[in-house]
Nanobody
Framework: VQLQASGGGLVQAGGSVRLSCAPSDRTFSDYTMGWFRQAPGKEREFVAAIRFRDGVTRYGATVKGRFTISRDNAKNTVYLQMTSLKPEDTALYYC???????????????????WGQGTQVTVSS
């Protein structure tokens, strides 16, 4: 499955941005969609994930309470609503898809077999 992420940009601290990810496979009910991010000089970090078949979500500790992941089955799209943004949220954000993931594995990037190209989010102070 191919993934197309969009919605990044430059935003001031405290602002909001919504990222979108649209997988090419329309039979994605078996998939878990995840967002990861990587800042310069840092390792890739788990941000959030949603399992399509039941809507179960998970969040990374640094974004919990500020970011919300959701899905629109009719539009075949996953969203990451990012609020109360901080300069440390600046990173390249990647959308990823993994098939038939169990809950204990959805926060691990190695569980995801398909990755999008990344979209840059820059938060200015």
């Amino acid at each position: 499955v191919q993934l197309q992420a969009s919605g990044g940009g430059l935003v001031q601290a405290g602002g909001s941005v919504r990222l979108s990810c649209a997988p090419s496979d329309r039979t994605f009910s078996d998939y878990t969609m995840g967002w990861f991010r990587q800042a310069p000089g840092k390792e890739r970090e788990f941000v959030a994930a949603i399992r399509f078949r039941d809507g179960v979500t998970r969040y990374g500790a640094t974004v919990k309470g500020r970011f919300t992941i959701s899905r629109d089955n009719a539009k075949n799209t996953v969203y990451l609503q990012m609020t109360s943004l901080k300069p440390e949220d600046t990173a390249l954000y990647y959308c990823a898809a993994g098939r038939r993931l169990i809950l204990s594995s959805i926060m691990s990037q190695t569980s995801y077999g398909n990755w999008g190209q990344g979209t840059q989010v820059t938060v200015s102070s």
